[in-house]
């Protein structure tokens, strides 16, 4: 999933192949293998959520293991991985890292080591940098724990903490991200689409929050920094545009709260199939045994820019076993990142198109004795479409 705040810039990177040591064996079931239990039929798009896939994939229902976070594929052809970092530091610097083992999201390409770094500044001056390994580049990743070299730069767990180098032309940025809560998957983490459940798209929330300190060397000068940080983790077997017509993504800081959604529309759902996904914290508490989690969209209209169907509504509700209920109401107030990715160098689609809006949120909590609280403030919705036209999920 793509991101907040953020800026997830297309950059076309050139060339790269390769394997990775087998230092644990990741039990992702293999690509020709459907996994379907008691030969019933499925929908379009499942989350793995059963005790019998809990146990096929090597996973704890809940703890999250180092390894989780480790390279997930073999880097090869048929599968794309990345590790996604960005940071909103307290004089508004933001910083978006991601390692990738191919070019972003090539399924069938070759592999291609290779690493981003946009910074924002808070007066609005952009900076971009990427550099790749050459084609054939041997993946320096390992499979007991986060830990990716590419060049000079490297994200690496220790002890639960990440440490993250960007070194490449004038650029030098070092942080360190300290866990303000634990590591989340929305159950297992694999999506599967189809009715074999073959292909997958794998997502792990590494840390949905932290305290990051930063320095930063540009053409700009010298900063040191300090602000919350975010990772996550992206892997799957197949090209997104296969199975994905578009998804919204987003996560939102709001009165002590974090909220991170996603809301995936797959290619061959019946009219409105969608996976709404959800995790919400407090504090330094996740919320746990949530239920019931619903995610609707409304006012649709053509977007100015995309020309596709947008939601300039969207509300999620969801409630836990005491009846403690949530609703977040995020409506459309201007658009501020928009990117035509039908010129990368792969198939993604017939018109792929990456839209960031920005949004004002309501979020509201109604305990089980009726007493209700409001909070409001704005986030940064991301929508993901792969096609023409984008899918209703009401």
Same mark, same amino acid.
């Given at each position: 999933?793509?991101?907040a705040?953020?800026?997830?810039?297309i *950059? %076309?990177?050139a060339?790269?192949?390769?394997?990775?040591?087998?230092?644990h064996q990741i039990?992702t079931?293999p690509?020709?293998?459907?996994?379907i239990?008691? +030969? *019933?039929?499925?929908?379009?798009? /499942?989350l793995?959520?059963s005790d019998?896939e /809990?146990k096929?994939?090597?996973l704890?229902?809940y703890?999250?293991?180092?390894?989780?976070d480790?390279m997930r $594929?073999?880097g =090869?052809?048929g599968?794309f991985?990345?590790w996604y970092?960005?940071?909103i530091?307290?004089?508004?610097?933001?910083?978006?890292v991601?390692?990738?083992t191919?070019? &972003?999201?090539?399924?069938y390409?070759?592999s &291609?080591?290779s690493?981003?770094i946009?910074i924002i500044y808070?007066d609005?001056?952009l900076v971009n940098?990427s550099y790749?390994? @050459?084609?054939?580049?041997?993946?320096?990743?390992s499979?007991?724990k986060?830990?990716?070299?590419i060049?000079?730069s /490297?994200?690496?767990?220790i002890?639960?903490?990440?440490?993250?180098?960007?070194?490449?032309n004038?650029i030098?940025f070092?942080?360190t991200m300290?866990?303000v %809560?634990?590591?989340?998957?929305?159950e297992?983490?694999?999506? /599967?689409f189809? !009715?074999?459940?073959?292909?997958?798209?794998?997502?792990?929330?590494? @840390?949905?929050s932290?305290i990051a300190?930063?320095?930063?060397?540009?053409t700009y000068g010298?900063?040191?920094h *300090?602000?919350?940080g975010y990772h996550?983790?992206?892997w799957?077997n197949?090209?997104?545009?296969?199975?994905i =017509?578009?998804?919204?993504?987003?996560?939102i800081?709001?009165?002590?709260?974090?909220?991170?959604?996603?809301?995936i529309?797959?290619q061959d759902?019946?009219?409105?199939?969608?996976l709404?996904? %959800?995790?919400i914290?407090?504090?330094d508490?996740? %919320?746990e045994?949530?239920?019931?989690?619903?995610?609707? @969209?409304? +006012?649709?209209?053509?977007?100015?820019i995309t @020309?596709?169907p947008?939601a300039?509504k969207?509300?999620?509700?969801?409630?836990?076993?005491?009846?403690f $209920?949530i609703?977040i109401?995020?409506e459309?107030?201007s658009? *501020?990142?928009?990117y035509?990715?039908? +010129?990368?160098?792969?198939?993604?689609?017939t018109?792929?198109?990456?839209?960031k809006t920005l949004?004002s949120?309501t979020l509201t909590?109604?305990?089980?004795? !009726?007493t209700? +609280?409001?909070?409001n403030?704005?986030g940064?919705i991301?929508?993901?479409?792969?096609d023409?036209?984008?899918k209703a999920?009401?």
């Amino acid at each position: 999933m793509l991101r907040a705040i953020l800026l997830y810039t297309i *950059i %076309l990177l050139a060339t790269g192949c390769s394997t990775s040591t087998k230092e644990h064996q990741i039990p992702t079931p293999p690509n020709n293998t459907p996994i379907i239990e008691n +030969n *019933i039929t499925t929908p379009a798009i /499942y989350l793995a959520h059963s005790d019998t896939e /809990y146990k096929r994939l090597g996973l704890d229902r809940y703890t999250i293991a180092p390894w989780e976070d480790a390279m997930r $594929t073999s880097g =090869d052809s048929g599968s794309f991985e990345w590790w996604y970092c960005d940071y909103i530091f307290s004089d508004g610097t933001a910083v978006v890292v991601v390692f990738y083992t191919k070019m &972003m999201f090539d399924t069938y390409g070759l592999s &291609m080591p290779s690493v981003s770094i946009n910074i924002i500044y808070p007066d609005g001056t952009l900076v971009n940098d990427s550099y790749n390994l @050459q084609q054939g580049s041997h993946i320096d990743a390992s499979n007991t724990k986060a830990n990716i070299k590419i060049g000079s730069s /490297y994200l690496e767990d220790i002890n639960g903490s990440y440490q993250l180098s960007y070194s490449h032309n004038d650029i030098e940025f070092n942080a360190t991200m300290v866990s303000v %809560l634990p590591a989340w998957r929305p159950e297992t983490g694999h999506v /599967y689409f189809g !009715g074999n459940r073959v292909d997958y798209l794998g997502w792990l929330v590494a @840390q949905p929050s932290s305290i990051a300190t930063a320095s930063l060397h540009t053409t700009y000068g010298d900063s040191l920094h *300090i602000g919350t940080g975010y990772h996550d983790h992206n892997w799957g077997n197949a090209p997104m545009h296969k199975n994905i =017509d578009n998804w919204y993504w987003g996560r939102i800081p709001i009165d002590g709260y974090r909220l991170i959604f996603t809301d995936i529309v797959p290619q061959d759902g019946d009219n409105g199939e969608h996976l709404p996904m %959800l995790y919400i914290s407090k504090g330094d508490k996740m %919320l746990e045994n949530l239920h019931d989690t619903e995610i609707l @969209q409304y +006012n649709i209209a053509l977007n100015p820019i995309t @020309q596709k169907p947008y939601a300039n509504k969207i509300t999620i509700t969801t409630k836990d076993e005491y009846n403690f $209920t949530i609703t977040i109401d995020i409506e459309r107030v201007s658009d *501020i990142g928009f990117y035509d990715m039908s +010129n990368l160098p792969y198939e993604s689609g017939t018109y792929p198109t990456y839209l960031k809006t920005l949004n004002s949120i309501t979020l509201t909590t109604i305990e089980s004795n !009726g007493t209700k +609280n409001t909070y409001n403030g704005l986030g940064v919705i991301e929508q993901m479409s792969f096609d023409m036209e984008v899918k209703a999920t009401q």
